[in-house]
């Protein structure tokens, strides 16, 4: 059996802070799938039997029954799915999170909470509740817009850090750090701050994982790969400190990480969550 995958932009104001939402359900391609870091935050609000999510090797697993809020990773995170899941979700801009939280997104760097730990357990189980009876996957994404909508607040910073992180993905994450604080009018350690607050990482970290990210992309896991030209073009100073930064986003090397991602395509053509996630190596 496969997944059913349907996915659409919020209206306005979510659209400058959400990138879609999404609905999920069938049967995973594996039982394990590893989420390299993206510049993106998430929300799942889960609807079938309970996933679990190891968030580095030094972290135990932990198992997620009502969803999971995960801000903006610097580590692969290990989803663990049961042989038939369920759920809606909301893939965030990197800054587009902070409204919807009540504590500064550095305190769940690197460590994914429960919706009932953010929202509480009423709230979210009375969303559960109305998303799972209602009749189809766009009725329950407009819920969840709805939702999202009421809870909209205002975020101290927001427009310092949303227009700063705006440069640094225009560019792929090639700009000077420095060169942002002096166009914001503010200090190098003020921008950090806000940073940290709203999205969890500094700037100079959301610029890494944009790079990365725009190199991975770059891949044609069905072609040859240069991967000094590769490196060479995202503005590594050398095919070494690439490969260093492709071990630490991901735990794999270049090659091996082309290797799974030929897996996938393989053994799973056309596959709707084929691109970032990858069968745990």
Known sequence: MGVEYVSRVPR??????????YYLEG???????????MPAALLIVNLGAPFRIRAGTDIETAEYADGCVVTMPTRAL??????????????????????????????????PVTVEQVWGRPAIAELRDRL???????????LLEEELMRRLCEAAGLGLVRHTSSVIAATSGAVAIGDLSVAAGVSSTHLAQRFKELIGVTPKRLARTYRFAATVFAINPAGP???????????????AHFGHEFRAFTGLTPTRYVEVRRRFLREHPGHALDGWPLPAD
């Not at 306005?12 to 939402?21: A, E, H, S, T, Y």
């Not at 663990?80 to 997104?105: C, D, N, Q």
């Open 78 to 111: 290990e989803f663990g799915y049961p042989l038939r899941t369920r759920s809606v979700g909301v893939h965030f801009k990197p800054w587009g999170l902070a409204p919807f939280l009540s504590m500064p997104a550095a305190e769940l760097r690197d460590r």
């Open 12 to 21: 306005p104001p979510l659209d400058g802070l959400i990138d879609d939402l």
């Open 27 to 37: 049967a995973p391609p594996y039982a394990r799938l590893t989420l390299p870091p």
């Open 225 to 239: 790969i240069d991967w000094g030209d590769l490196a060479g073009g995202a503005g590594y100073f050398d095919q």
């Open 132 to 142: 799972a009876t209602a009749p189809g996957p766009h009725e329950m994404l407009t």
